[in-house]
């Protein structure tokens, strides 16, 4: 079976764990642009199509929630896995609240990282066909069954 790459960003503003953390995903296959501020992670979504965004909770400037606030505000089909390494569950819960896939702790497992990296994917994909369908019906209903 082929696999198809999820497109991820991956936004934290410890700039060796993202060129760690894209290097190891890229080697299994995904295609990562790094971001390090939640400003930059705004206006990587507008320019380049992102399936997944992999999102530090603490960051200084903009900070992990008022960014996954603004995703979900301005690109709501993209999925947004919480990372935390502050031991602040109870903000990744409240992350998980305003619309984010899930979350994990730093350090995280890699293996649970691209577990929870394609679950995202899937369900960015599922919602996507869901809206396609529903666009086709509202067709054949405008147009009268006839094309």
């Known amino acids: ?10 936004v934290d503003d410890e700039k060796d764990f993202v060129e760690m953390l894209s290097l190891r995903l890229n080697e299994v296959g995904e295609k ?9 992670c705004l206006e990587t979504l507008e320019n380049k199509e992102i399936d997944v965004v992999i999102l530090d909770i603490k960051m200084p400037g903009m900070d992990g929630m008022e960014t996954l606030g603004e995703i979900k505000k301005k690109f709501p089909l993209v999925e947004v896995i919480m990372l935390t390494g ?15 896939f899930d979350y994990l702790m730093k350090p995280a497992d890699f293996d649970d990282l691209t577990i929870k990296l394609e679950a995202a994917r899937k369900r960015k994909d599922e919602q996507e066909e869901r809206i396609r369908k529903a666009e086709s019906k509202l067709l054949v209903r405008r147009s009268g069954g006839i094309f």
């Open 32 to 40: 990562v642009t790094p971001a390090h501020s939640g400003k930059e």
């Open 86 to 100: 502050h031991g602040s569950t109870e903000t990744a819960v409240e992350g998980m609240k305003m619309g984010a």
């Open 1 to 10: 079976m082929i696999k198809i790459p999820t497109r991820v960003l991956l």
